[in-house]
């Protein structure tokens, strides 16, 4: 459909069937099955390579100019990121980097979800938001939510089975679409 709402998926971790993964692959499942949302999720975070000002020109390196596209044909962006000795994953904020010199991220819909358990995930939420500033994301604070995870609430398929986090999920997306 060509009305579709396209919202990119962006995990903040490296690790396999982290939580924040799960988070974001449970929203890619649930955007599926709603009319009118698609969501794709971003898996370059390895490929790119560390940020250096000096490189920040045409032609950029390939993975940087694919994750600028992504950024660029999407409608909004939703982060789902751990925390890391009090603040951003290296890689995360590399990322973040990455999009600092162009323009794909300005004015673009922007909402996260903290996985992290209860007291837990303050840090990286504020480095996030100091960060999409420098971007100039238009951080949606009502789609912005703090949704725990519990390894239990994870099905066999590697997707949340809880039904209401996977109903708080939904409510972030369907915010983030705009509905």
């Not at 973040?96 to 300005?106: K, P, Y």
């Not at 303050?122 to 519990?150: N, S």
Request: proline content about 8%.
């Amino acid at each position: 459909m060509p009305n579709d709402r396209h919202i990119l998926l962006l995990p903040g971790s490296l690790r396999a069937g982290s939580t924040n993964e799960t988070v974001l692959r449970t929203a890619a499942a649930l955007a599926a099955t709603t009319p009118g949302l698609r969501a794709t999720y971003y898996a370059g975070l390895a490929e790119l390579p560390h940020f250096n000002p000096d490189d920040d020109l045409d032609p950029l390196p390939g993975p940087v100019t694919a994750l600028r596209e992504a950024i660029e044909a999407a409608d909004a962006l939703l982060i789902c990121t751990p925390e890391y000795a009090g603040t951003l994953p290296g890689s995360f904020k590399n990322l973040l980097d990455w999009t600092v010199g162009g323009t794909e991220i300005s004015d673009k819909p922007t909402a996260w979800i903290n996985a992290a358990g209860p007291g837990r995930g303050h840090g990286a939420e504020a480095t996030l938001r100091t960060v999409l500033g420098y971007t100039g994301a238009a951080v949606l604070e009502e789609a912005c939510a703090k949704i725990p995870l519990d390894r239990a609430a994870v099905g066999p398929d590697g997707l949340v089975a809880d039904p209401l986090v996977r109903e708080r999920i939904g409510e972030v997306l369907a915010t983030l679409a705009g509905r």
